[in-house]
C-alpha cells in the first residue's frame, strides 16, 4: 500500500512538473521595444553617424546627396544613384530615406559629382588631400 501511494504521488508530482508554465507562454505578448534599442535605430538612422560609420571603414570619399528640394528619395533618385555610382563601395539610405550617403575607395570623377549635382544637393566629406592618394588607375591591382 505505501509504495502504491508513493508511486502515486511520485506520478502527480512529475506531470505536474513537466506542464508548461503559463506566465511564461504568455509573456512575449507583451514585449515592447526598449528606450535603448529605439535610441540605438535613431542614432544610425542619421546622417552624421552614417558619414561617422563610412569614417571608421576608413573610406576615402564620402558624399552625401539629398534632394534639392529636400522631400524623400524617390524611386528614380535611387535608380539615378545606383547607376551613375556604380564603383561606390558602399550605399546608405539614412534620415527617413531623404538622404544617401556613398562611401568610396575609388576617386568619384568629378564629371560624375556635375552629374549628380545637377539633380542633388552634394556635400563632400572625403578626406583632405585624398585625391592626390589614390585614383581609379589599377596600377596595383592584382591583373
Known amino acids: 500500500m505505501r509504495f502504491a501511494l508513493i508511486l502515486v504521488f511520485a506520478c502527480l508530482g512529475l506531470a505536474v512538473s513537466c506542464a508548461p508554465n503559463e506566465t511564461i507562454l504568455k509573456s512575449g505578448t507583451e514585449v515592447q521595444a526598449s528606450p535603448s ?3 540605438a535605430q535613431t542614432r544610425y538612422d ?3 553617424a552614417e558619414i561617422d560609420n563610412m569614417r ?5 570619399f564620402i558624399i552625401v546627396l539629398r534632394r534639392k528640394d529636400g522631400g524623400v528619395m524617390q524611386s528614380g533618385d535611387k535608380a539615378e544613384v545606383r547607376t551613375t555610382l556604380t564603383g561606390a563601395n558602399r550605399k546608405s539610405l539614412v534620415d527617413g530615406e531623404k538622404a544617401v550617403v ?16 545637377d539633380r542633388f544637393a552634394v556635400q563632400d566629406f572625403s ?13 596595383n591591382a592584382n591583373i
Do not use: C, M
Open 46 to 48: 542619421s546622417v552624421e
Open 102 to 117: 556613398i562611401g568610396s575607395n575609388a576617386r568619384i570623377p568629378p564629371e560624375l559629382i556635375k552629374k549628380l549635382s
Open 37 to 39: 534599442s529605439q535610441n
Open 127 to 139: 578626406k583632405p588631400g585624398i585625391e592626390n592618394n589614390r585614383s581609379n588607375d589599377a596600377s
Open 56 to 60: 571608421t571603414a576608413d573610406f576615402d
